[in-house]
């Protein structure tokens, strides 16, 4: 293999937010998890498991995600007593790690850049808190993927564990940028950790950190938005 063909293959991977409903054939799927199972992992523990779903599944799992979504949706607008209220309903996230943290100054304005950006690519424009809500919602749902997978780390082994579940996801989403497949890493799934409880069989020592959408690519705009990619940030030395 040429290096050429490797950063080309890299370069191609980016975060699909709309797919088609078409399921990954069984075979493609195969070969992809295949091709992850090469990630490195420190002293080979591979301290994660992968929870995948695709058809009947993935739709149970849409439809409890996007009910959690809605039943939280006064919490996010920080609405006076939706606290009280989700916690009185028990609907308050459950998920093992925070996921609604506010990022630390110096890459807060990373990631207000990429919202920025995506946000002109779907025309949603300062203050439409509507069109915010509607985009937001549309991660609980997946972006419409046919397949949706779930990290979880080992919390014996953490940081580490998640470091290692990190690498096997780009592996895995390298290969299925390689066979067709499109993907979006979604962190927003592990605000709530028990949809996932009714579908798998989950050793409670493993603790969900991100979601993982998979299908093939839709034509809408949003998937034309790419995010910068700045060099890798580095230590100075002294
Ligand atoms: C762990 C992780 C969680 C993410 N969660 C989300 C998410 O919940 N929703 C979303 O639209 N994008 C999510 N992303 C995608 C990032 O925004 C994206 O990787 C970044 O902006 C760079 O863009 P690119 O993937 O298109 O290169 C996540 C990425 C990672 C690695």
Redesign the pocket.
């Known amino acids: 293999m040429q290096s050429k063909d490797f950063s080309e293959l890299v370069q191609a ?3 699909v ?1 709309d797919f088609r409903p078409d399921p990954i054939p069984a075979d493609v799927l195969a070969e992809i998890l295949d091709d992850a199972r090469h990630a490195p992992s420190w002293s080979n523990t591979r301290p994660y498991l992968l929870a995948v779903a695709s058809g009947d599944r993935t739709d149970r799992l849409r439809a409890a995600y996007l009910a959690r979504f809605d039943e939280s949706l006064e919490l996010r607008h920080r609405e006076r007593g939706a606290f009280l209220r989700a916690w009185l309903r028990r609907t308050l996230p459950d998920g093992d790690f925070p996921t609604w943290k506010r990022y630390p100054d110096e890459l807060r304005k990373r ?1 207000v850049k ?1 919202g920025v950006g ?1 946000y002109q690519q779907l025309g949603i424009v300062r203050g439409d808190r509507d069109g915010r809500d509607a985009h937001a919602r549309r ?1 609980l749902a997946f ?1 419409g993927a046919p397949t949706v997978a779930f990290l979880l780390v080992h919390e014996d082994l953490l940081p580490f564990s998640a470091h290692d579940g ?1 690498l096997m ?1 780009q592996t895995l989403m390298l290969s299925a940028t390689a066979h067709g497949v499109g993907s ?6 592990a605000t709530w950790r028990s949809p996932l409880e009714t579908e798998f069989d989950l050793d409670p020592k493993y603790k969900l ?3 993982l959408a998979l299908g093939y690519p839709s034509d809408a705009p949003v998937n034309q ?3 910068e ?1 700045l060099p890798v940030p580095q230590a100075p030395t002294r």
Do not use: I
């Open positions: 991977r980016y975060s937010r990631s990429v995506l991660n972006f990190g996801l979006c890493a979604m962190g927003e799934l950190v991100t979601g938005f790419r995010a990619h």
